[in-house]
């Protein structure tokens, strides 16, 4: 039987992804054979998110060699090409002539006769002058070099400058780490990092945060480690949700969109499993995540129900010491984990979810009693979405008041704002994904 071949299995999750809309984690995770080796497999997840994410770049590159316009190419073609250009252009390991030799092959399989000779003429003509002139305007130059869409660098560049929009598109191409938190409650992060590397992963514990370890070279669901409950797959920005909520064990803390339960276990595990914790999810599906992962930690004072967060579940009214509202997003903050969604998104997007964040926001409030804490958190990079929610919620509760989280965060992460109360992460400061953090006390 012939062994899976990582570039066709790109290819069609590649497909899949672009027909329909579907999400590259899942979609990768469902077309990865058991029977895949790692190598090939981090060879198929290279190509699925380096194409998504450079998209814009090798579609310019196309049209700079084809007489063929882009819009009269059949879906699988530009897959074909685009993963072939990627593999010349940024695949150094990989041979021209082995990217052109495999491209042409799927084209054979995969398109209409006579398309592959159209892909092997295109990719042969781009062999031949690299050299590419990418456009002079900024803004537009940013957008085509960097593969993010236009509207989304003239947004960035209006905030925070033409050097720093540059720097962190640059920075939402890059690979990210696979980053662990551990399970303190069956290991310590020494001990993992010993069984990791004597799997054969290379593993080692963050010098930012101590409970992060980051891992190479290993496929994380079929490791004994992981359904042994030892980690649990979460970026460090994530995890400073849970770590600026700063819950204590035996408190009653609410995590009001739970799913999948990265944070709602972070906070049972800072809580020393002593305690309640509520979790709340829309879908019901997801609901059976979050028991999974809790049960596979072993953690049993999750308490998991299938609510909406923007309707306040009266019986919990006035009842929780800390609650967690990290609210649904445009997920414009970790582009490097799924670059689809830079395509998918637009201002009006941004606009119509803001409105809901403000209604969960302030559903949520609702629960906590006199002195109690909330965590209101994104991962979203957009002021819109993250510091106009936060601050308008505290102008329209005047019994609400910001809380300095400056010592809640590690010492690499602190910076000026944590004093009124809110943090930004990005990936080309802070080395992790984007991500909003804010806290606020009831009075």
């Not at 879906?75 to 250009?85: D, F």
């Not at 496929?219 to 980690?231: E, K, M, T």
């Not at 106009?388 to 590690?410: A, G, H, M, S, Y």
Request: aromatic share 8%; net charge positive; hydrophobic share 35%.
């Amino acid at each position: 039987m012939n062994a899976p071949n990582p570039r066709e299995t790109a290819f069609k999750a590649l497909m899949k992804i672009e027909t329909e809309k579907s999400y590259s984690n899942i979609t990768l995770k469902k077309y990865l054979p058991q029977t895949m080796t790692q190598q090939d497999k981090n060879l198929a997840s290279a190509l699925v998110y380096g194409v998504l994410s450079r998209k814009l770049t090798l579609d310019y590159i196309i049209s700079q060699f084809s007489s063929v316009p882009l819009k009269k190419m059949s879906q699988s073609v530009i897959n074909i090409l685009r993963m072939g250009i990627y593999q010349i252009m940024y695949m150094d390991k990989i041979p021209h002539s082995a990217a052109v030799n495999e491209s042409v092959k799927l084209a054979k399989k995969h398109t209409n006769k006579g398309a592959y000779g159209f892909v092997n003429g295109v990719l042969r003509n781009y062999l031949r002058n690299t050299n590419i002139a990418y456009p002079k305007d900024a803004i537009e130059n940013i957008s085509v070099t960097q593969s993010i869409p236009m509207w989304l660098v003239k947004r960035w560049t209006d905030e925070f400058g033409e050097g720093f929009t540059r720097e962190l598109a640059k920075a939402f191409n890059t690979s990210p780490e696979v980053t662990l938190r551990v399970n303190t409650l069956k290991t310590t992060p020494d001990k993992l990092c010993d069984a990791l590397n004597n799997q054969g992963t290379d593993a080692f514990v963050s010098d930012v945060y101590e409970n992060a370890v980051f891992a190479k070279g290993f496929d994380i669901h079929a490791s004994r480690l992981y359904n042994n409950g030892d980690f649990i797959v979460q970026d460090i920005s994530a995890m400073m949700a849970a770590k600026v909520l700063n819950p204590q064990p035996g408190q009653t803390v609410i995590d009001v969109c739970a799913a999948p339960g990265g944070k709602t276990t972070h906070i049972a595990q800072l809580m020393n499993n002593e305690g309640t914790v509520f979790a709340f999810d829309i879908h019901e599906h997801k609901i059976k995540i979050i028991n999974s992962n809790a049960k596979r930690m072993g953690i049993d004072i999750i308490q998991t129900c299938c609510r909406d967060a923007s309707q306040t579940f009266d019986a919990l009214i006035g009842k929780a010491d800390r609650v967690l509202a990290d609210v649904p997003c445009s997920g414009l903050g970790i582009l490097r984990r799924k670059p689809e969604i830079k395509w998918d998104k637009t201002a009006e997007d941004i606009e119509q979810i803001s409105k809901i964040q403000a209604g969960i926001l302030s559903a949520s409030a609702k629960y906590l009693k006199s002195g109690g804490e909330l965590v209101y958190s994104t991962c979203s990079i957009e002021k819109q979405e993250n510091e106009d929610v936060f601050n308008e919620f505290l102008k329209q509760n005047p019994d609400f008041e910001r809380v300095d989280i400056t010592q809640l965060l590690p010492e690499q992460l602190r910076k000026d704002t944590c004093k009124d109360g809110y943090v930004t992460f990005y990936p080309n400061t802070d080395g992790i994904d984007g991500f909003f953090i804010s806290k606020l006390r009831k009075r």
